[in-house]
Structures are given as structure tokens and as C-alpha cells.
């Protein structure tokens, strides 16, 4: 797969997106593909995919201007991409068309933000959001709303926390990691060891992701 541009321009033409899923195409390479969509919801500026011959029928009455097709299926209705796996490229088509909302870089007046934490480059931290002493935020690193970072985190760059996250002491994030919303790493859990005389005792544990 070619490396996303650095600004993606609001439609491709068929040939500039097959070279992108790195596949080869047939038929007017100059459609225009603006979406993604599936067969049966496609409209025109849209690229479907045919997962499975079974469907054939919903390839033929579709309205897409394109679709991403096996590399034995020969059909010639609408242009199409030939792939090894039209499921997979149709999901890095979908990663490329679909733009998620990012807040800008730039720390909110009401988060807490340690005056020891390093902070990358081009970093969001959101409102109400708390940072704890000496965590390393790398570059370009996203911190939605209401997260808690405890002290002597590590987290990567571009990695994406959102909303209700809290990250315990001490655990470290690598890079282009998205976390979802309420999600607790790091944090202490129980589980029971047999002793000498047989008889269960509970043990705590952290749990480092």
C-alpha cells in the first residue's frame, strides 16, 4: 500500500486509487471515486467491493461507479480493481475516505498538565483532561476530554486516547495506538494462589497493557 498524501484531496480517480491499494484496474481509469458504500446502498462516485461470487447479483444491479473485484471475476459493467483480496483493499479504501474528527494540537485551559510531563510536537489534550508528573507524550498524540494520565507514563506518537481513559502508573503506550473510551490500563486485579495447606489466598496484580 502507498503512503497516504499528506493532505487527501476530496475524490481520486480510479487509477490513482488502484495504485494506492498497489492492484491493477480495467476499464476508465479517469472514473471519479469520491466514498465508499456497500453494493447495495453504492450511489455514483462510489466504489463497492464483491467479497464472494454469491453476490454477483448485487454487482450487477449496483450503482457504484466501481467496484473492487476478485482477481478471477471478469466483469465489465462499471471499472473495476482486480485485488488478491477485495475485502482487505476495500478496508484501506475505506481508512483513506473516511477522515475521523481530530481537535487541533494545543493543551485546553481547563486540563492539568504536570510541569514536569514532556509533550511532543503538534500534541491535543482536551478539556478537563489531567496529565501526571514526568509522562512523555510523543509528538502528534491526541487526548480527548476527561482522560487521566497517572505519573510516569509513556505514551507514543500519533496515538489517539479518547474520552474516560484512564492510564494507571507507570504503563507505556507505543506508537499509532487508539484506545477507546472508558478504557482502564494498568489497573490491579485479583487472582487466588493454593498455599501449602491448600487453602486459597487472594493476590493482587497489576495489569500492564
Do not use: W
Not at 476495500?90 to 485546553?108: L, Q, S, T
Not at 486540563?111 to 509528538?139: C, Q, R, Y
Amino acid at each position: 500500500m502507498k503512503n497516504l498524501p499528506e493532505k487527501h484531496p476530496l475524490s481520486l480517480k480510479l487509477a490513482e486509487l488502484a495504485n494506492y491499494l498497489s492492484c491493477k484496474f480495467e476499464g476508465e481509469g479517469k472514473t471519479e471515486i469520491r466514498g465508499v458504500s456497500s453494493l447495495e446502498k453504492a450511489k455514483k462516485g462510489d466504489i463497492s467491493f464483491l467479497s464472494h461470487p454469491k453476490y454477483r447479483k448485487l454487482l450487477e444491479k449496483t450503482k457504484a461507479s466501481a467496484a473492487i473485484i476478485p482477481l478471477e471475476e471478469k466483469f465489465n459493467r462499471i471499472p473495476v480493481i482486480k485485488a488478491e483480496n477485495p475485502y482487505l483493499s476495500f478496508i484501506k479504501a475505506v481508512n483513506y475516505f473516511y477522515k475521523p474528527y481530530r481537535p487541533e494540537p494545543g493543551i485546553h485551559p481547563s486540563a492539568l498538565v504536570s510541569s514536569s510531563a514532556k509533550i511532543g510536537k503538534n500534541v491535543s489534550i482536551g478539556a478537563l483532561s489531567v496529565v501526571g508528573d514526568k509522562v512523555e507524550i510523543g509528538e502528534g498524540t491526541t487526548i480527548f476530554p476527561l482522560v487521566c494520565v497517572y505519573p510516569n507514563v509513556i505514551i507514543g506518537k500519533h496515538t489517539i486516547l479518547h474520552s474516560h481513559v484512564s492510564i494507571r502508573e507507570g504503563v507505556k503506550i507505543g506508537n499509532r495506538v487508539i484506545i477507546h473510551n472508558g478504557t482502564i490500563l494498568g489497573s490491579e486485579g485479583f487472582g487466588y494462589i493454593q498455599t501449602e495447606n491448600n487453602t486459597s489466598q487472594k493476590s493482587l496484580k497489576r495489569e500492564l497493557s
